[in-house]
């Protein structure tokens, strides 16, 4: 879209220097800017960040330069007299009219990414993604309607090579190339979900049905988490995104009919819980029967004793 041949490496200068090799899909450590971009939106937010970059580093020096030549030019041994000027028209002109052309060279590129990341207008599949207390359910509507919940691998059951904090029980599993539709809701408080690799961060609501889209470019793993704060295990809600070919997506959607096939109706909780009603934990809390009132006979012992 924008300076796409600019390196990102050389943009990079203008923040605290050179980071390590950064894998896709996942944070290392000690790592300096984005993730490897997976989809276009991301390539796009990548190109836009590089483009704006360079602006904020020639402003800096610019701004530096001024700083340093007023500072030796002016100083009060050059000039133990000050001027007396107040007015100069042509440099108020200039500072007016400079930044405002400036937001303009941002703001185009910045509509134009607004409006391509906001949603496709070809979707060729459609996820449900729905946030709870502290795990995640995913629907596949176009593919059968089954459903599954994804919750975090605790520590103790961590594999070699798994990743700690972001590995999950049930990934979700895309194709690539592939245009997504990603319709988001919750079922109790605001969630975010969100997968830099993506360029996707798209706010959880409970009542409401955000919409979003990603299109992966390359086979792989990618992980996010949620990103808006839900509560005591906000950081235990990760997400693990696998994106595999078109091929093996058929041959998966068919083993996980099977898998996660729902057996008979659903449950009320679960009903009221997709429609946007509280998490299944409260609607437990709140069907269970109060304790029985104590009869005379307990009354009148109560008293005896």
């Known amino acids: 879209m924008i300076f796409r041949t600019v390196p990102a490496a050389l943009a990079s200068l203008f923040i605290l220097g050179a980071g390590g090799a950064v894998l896709a899909g996942a944070p290392e450590p000690w790592q300096l800017g984005f993730q490897d971009p997976a989809s276009p939106v991301m390539t796009d937010i990548d190109d836009l ?16 330069g ?32 400079i930044p405002v052309m400036i937001l303009v060279v941002m703001a185009v590129p910045s509509f134009r990414l607004l409006y391509f990341m906001d949603r496709t207008a070809a979707p060729e599949m459609t996820l449900k993604a729905i946030g709870h207390q502290w795990y995640w359910s995913y629907e596949y509507p176009d593919h059968g309607n089954f459903t599954f919940d994804s919750t975090m691998i605790p520590d103790e059951e961590i594999k070699p090579g798994q990743k700690r904090l972001l590995e999950v029980d049930n990934r979700v599993i895309l194709p690539v190339d592939t245009n997504i539709r990603i319709l988001m809701t919750s079922t109790d408080v605001l969630h975010a979900w969100a997968v830099p690799a993506f360029g996707v961060k798209t706010d959880v609501i409970p009542g409401r049905l955000n919409e979003s889209w990603v299109r992966i470019d390359r086979e792989g793993v990618y992980y996010g988490q949620c990103s808006e704060l839900c509560g005591i295990n906000h950081g235990f809600m990760p997400i693990a995104v696998e994106a595999v070919s078109k091929e093996a997506f058929k041959k998966w959607v068919e083993t996980a009919k099977k898998k996660f096939a729902r057996i008979g109706p659903a449950a009320p909780v679960a009903r009221v819980a997709r429609a946007g009603g509280p998490s299944p934990a409260v609607a437990a809390l709140a069907s269970a029967k109060p304790p029985a009132e104590p009869g005379p006979a307990a009354e009148a012992g109560g008293r005896e004793m």
Do not use: D, S
């Open 49 to 64: 960040h590089n483009f704006l970059l360079w602006i904020i580093g020639v402003i800096m020096l610019l701004v530096t």
């Open 66 to 97: 001024l700083l340093l030549f007023v500072i030796i030019r002016f100083g009060a041994k050059r000039n133990p007299v000050p001027t007396r000027t107040t007015h100069n028209a042509v440099i108020e002109v200039l500072w007016t009219v």
